[in-house]
Each structure stands twice: as structure tokens, then as C-alpha cells.
């Protein structure tokens, strides 16, 4: 405690409390100035307390920044996908990161454009110049997908996934009223292109392609069924 007894202690004009002995027969204080230092000692330990305070009210603030809105960057990429977990012909292991990392284009002088199979994430005044593409979701769209938008701009809009339109063929599509369909290359029949549809012929057809057209790669072909489908050991 500061004060030892009221009637022994004085003030000085800077403030500072000091403790003196009364002079008989003065009427006035005889101020003797003692060691200020358990005083420093105590105003050290209220000035640390004070900016803690200051310190955790700032750093609370920061977290709840952080919580409402997210850094740009951070958002990475999923690696690996397993697909076909319902397939008779077993499950499917794909390495997206290979195909967005790795020269695995149709040239194979680049990694894969997202949009090649996240097609409806760019304006639908592009994907209308890749027909049979319609749709663009959102539909009011005005990026497109890339890596780099991906991790840095958190305001992109929410990535969308094959199921979600192409679901199996007795559910309900997420994003969509029902499944959508293309006509046949020859004729007029149609093909609902639920996800086993969508799968094989974005998949297979870009593999059979390359295989086609080029001489230093071989991936599986969509009539190498067992080369991609997995089934569990028994």
C-alpha cells in the first residue's frame, strides 16, 4: 500500500507521494524523500497491465476481422480426387493435381485449363463457343475459373463440381431441374448425361484424343476400362 498512515504523507508537484515525519513545534511537515522504487515498481506493473489489456482487446478484434472476412489468399486445390465410389467396376483414383500442375493438356505443352472440365465456370458468352455447352454457373457469371483466382479471390464465385449438375440418373441434379442432355453425333437420339456419362466422356474423350493426335504420351483409353476403375482387394 502507498500510503503508510494519511496525516504522514505529503505530495509534491509532479505527483509523487512521499513520506516524511511531522516537526513538532513547526506545524509543518519535515519531508524526508524515500527510494521511489517499490512506487516505479508499481506503476510498471499497472502500465504492463494496461497495455495487455490494449494488446488483447486489438488482437480480439483481428480474429473477429479474420472470421467475417477470410484472407485472399489460402484456398489450395484438392489433390486427389476418388471418383466412381458407387461403380461396379470399382472406384477411381484421379490425381487433380497432376492434370493442373503437369503439361496435360491436349498438346501436352501445359497443365489443363480448369475450365476444360469446370466448364460452366466461366461467362456464358464463352462457354456458347464450345457447343454443346449451354450453361454458366452462376449464370450471370463474369470470370473465369483459373488456379490463380482460385487461392487469391476469395469473392469468386463458389466452385461447382460435376455431381452438381451431373448427378446419377435417379437423382436430382444440385444446380439444376433435371439432368441435362446432348443429341447423339449421328442422329437424333438423345444421351442424358448423368454422371457416369459426364465422367467417361470428358475423361475418356480427352484421352482418346491424345492418343490420336500424338505419339509421346499413352493414358488410358475409355476402352481400358480396368486401367482407371479400382476394386477394393478383397
Given at each position: 500500500m502507498i500510503f503508510?498512515?494519511?496525516?504522514?504523507?505529503?505530495?509534491?508537484?509532479?505527483?509523487?507521494?512521499?513520506?516524511g515525519k511531522y516537526a513538532k513545534g513547526s506545524g509543518q511537515f519535515a519531508v524526508g524523500k524515500e527510494k521511489r522504487k517499490r512506487l516505479s515498481m508499481r506503476r510498471i506493473i499497472i502500465g504492463s497491465c494496461l497495455l495487455a489489456l490494449l494488446i488483447s482487446g486489438s488482437a480480439t478484434s483481428v480474429i473477429n476481422s479474420y472470421a467475417q472476412d477470410p484472407p485472399a489468399r489460402g484456398r489450395k486445390p484438392h489433390e486427389v480426387y476418388t471418383l466412381g465410389t458407387e461403380a461396379k467396376l470399382g472406384v477411381v483414383t484421379f490425381s487433380h493435381i497432376d492434370h493442373i500442375?503437369?503439361?496435360?493438356?491436349?498438346?501436352?505443352?501445359?497443365?489443363?485449363?480448369?475450365?476444360?472440365?469446370?466448364?460452366t465456370a466461366q461467362p456464358v458468352s464463352e462457354v456458347l463457343k464450345h457447343p454443346p455447352l449451354k450453361t454458366a454457373w452462376p449464370a450471370d457469371r463474369t470470370s473465369t475459373l483459373t488456379a490463380d483466382l482460385f487461392e487469391k479471390d476469395p469473392k469468386a464465385p463458389e466452385m461447382v463440381v460435376c455431381r452438381d449438375c451431373h448427378s446419377r440418373t435417379d437423382t436430382k441434379p444440385k444446380l439444376l431441374p433435371?439432368?441435362?442432355?446432348?443429341?447423339?453425333?449421328e442422329g437424333t437420339a438423345l444421351i442424358t448425361l448423368n454422371n457416369q456419362q459426364a465422367y467417361h466422356r470428358n475423361c475418356g474423350g480427352c484421352h482418346d484424343e491424345i492418343v490420336k493426335t500424338r505419339t509421346d504420351a499413352s493414358p488410358p483409353t475409355s476402352k481400358k476400362c480396368m486401367v482407371c476403375h479400382k476394386k477394393a482387394a478383397a
Open positions: 503508510r498512515r494519511a496525516q504522514n504523507v505529503t505530495r509534491d508537484r509532479s505527483g509523487i507521494f512521499e513520506v500442375t503437369k503439361n496435360r493438356n491436349l498438346a501436352g505443352t501445359a497443365p489443363m485449363a480448369c475450365i476444360e472440365c469446370h466448364h433435371e439432368l441435362p442432355q446432348i443429341k447423339l453425333e
